[in-house]
């Protein structure tokens, strides 16, 4: 290459890290649309787009109500034409600033910050980080627009010398990845589109996204070759009401759901083992009944929630898991419930009679059979007329919505007896796991070994290749499960799916691609004490995925 060498282009990318950074870009905020003009105006003022004006430009996101967009910018090598491309990511909004307190007005300046934060009560660590002078802290610095501006000044770099550069690479700057990842969701099928437009033939995805230690005190510096996934395995329990006065007529679906939160809740027989990592452990994101009132009747339905992480386990998997736990669980309660009966008619001189209930859990979609045999196909009129009439409420978030479908279904049926129904809350995110079987994950594992290989020894840092990107991200939805088996699965016990929730997930199978996180490296994203640690992120970090990028291409 002429010209300087990549780590030579550290101030730059910290110039358009703290230029994007001085633009506030809470997701869900018009932020986020001044943030996309704002990064179109830099990657605008690039003689390459000066001069191929056409290969950088807005697409605007579906049915959006606050008109946001996302920015593409194509760059085409030309030393001689090739299909080869390699597509960037990086997400474009932050979370919000209320966290900041009474500095929130220096949240998005860095170094105006770093002078006012030194004077509050900051943990040993965080003090001893802003004192070496080797952090710089501000609200998206770490996540994550300096990875944002590590992609756009490689790709600057690259445009320098365009002449000599063979292959191509795509740039997607997204919106809403700390939201809904509708910017990523509608970046997937522009791809899709490309590639029968252009030929593009594309290898890997890369994010920049951040980098964190793994534990207090961890020194290795990682590379995520795949992403963990995210599904959220839903209880939708039904007991039988009661009157408090008259407690072992009735039974209490909290109780249930307590069983199940006992047992599920941080239990690491429900990790998922993949490539030598396991994930975090199940945890709960809801847990209540949907008794709306105070009274003395005991609730009719409860729900629970859980966040689960996956890196090899498919939905129809997850669902078959909790089907059988839920029946365990229930299961439990009754024969809890028939000994404590046993004991109270002991106590009271009663003579004990077995309580009648009969543990049974299905899945969603089994719900929906039950129902559709007794109403026929007027069932799905009445569910379509349902879920609009849903959609118009905008009080209910998506599961609180697919809680009312649940419930309108069930309550069609016949059959009222206690049951554990299992489905998904919305939204899932696939995992990807990168295992090397196919030609184009070999490429990718091999092009990132040789760029960390090379990369290594001019820095003190340890560089450590792992398989999973522990944190949700826009990568997942570069792929998604390849079996449509399992992928109708997932629809069909996802409530209200197709009309209040919805993923692309056809183009994001046909995009199919292995997808690596090299991220700028910091502390405490989503704290006010978020930051960067500048020589990483600066220097290394762009070395990686400038390699890694050479080395896909070559
Ligand atoms: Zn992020």
Partial sequence: MKGKSITEISNRIEEIALDLTSQKSIAGSAGEIKIADKLYGIMAEMDYYKKHPENLYFVPVKNDSLGRKIVIAEMNG????????????????????????SLQEYAIQPYELAKRLGDLKLPPEVREDLESGEYLFGRGLFDM????AISMAIMEYISKDIENFEGNIIFGAVCDEENNSIGMLNFVPKLNELKKEKGYNYLAMIDTDYMAPAYPGDLNKYVYVGTVGKIMPTFFVVGKETHVGEPYDGIDPNQIVAQLTKRINLN?????????????PPITLKQRDLKPEYSAQIAKTSILLFNMATHEMTPDQVLEKMTIVGQECFQQVVDELNARYKKYCELIGRKHK?????????TYDELYANVKNELGDKLDGMIEDYL?????????????????????????WSDQNPVVIVYFSAPYYPHIYVEGKRDKEKLLISAVTDAIAATAPNYDYKLVQKKFLPCISDLSYAAAPKEQAVVTKLKINTPGYGVIYELPIED?????LPVV???AFGKDAH???ERIEKKYTFQVTPDLVYKTIKNILK
């Fill in 268 to 280: 690491p027989e429900f990790c998922d083992f993949a490539g030598g990592e396991t994930t975090l």
């Fill in 517 to 519: 996180n090299i991220g």
């Fill in 145 to 148: 627009k300096s990875g944002d």
């Fill in 78 to 101: 030309e030393m001689k034409k090739s299909a080869k491309t390699v597509v960037l990511i990086g997400h474009i909004d932050t979370v919000g600033i209320s966290d900041y307190g």
């Fill in 527 to 529: 704290k006010y004490t």
């Fill in 388 to 412: 609009l009439g849903l959609n118009k409420d905008s009080s209910l978030d998506i599961r609180d919505k697919q809680v009312k479908m649940a419930e309108y279904l069930h309550n069609l």
């Fill in 354 to 362: 077995q309580l009648p209930w009969v543990a049974r859990t299905m």
């Fill in 508 to 512: 994001m199978q046909e995009l199919d």
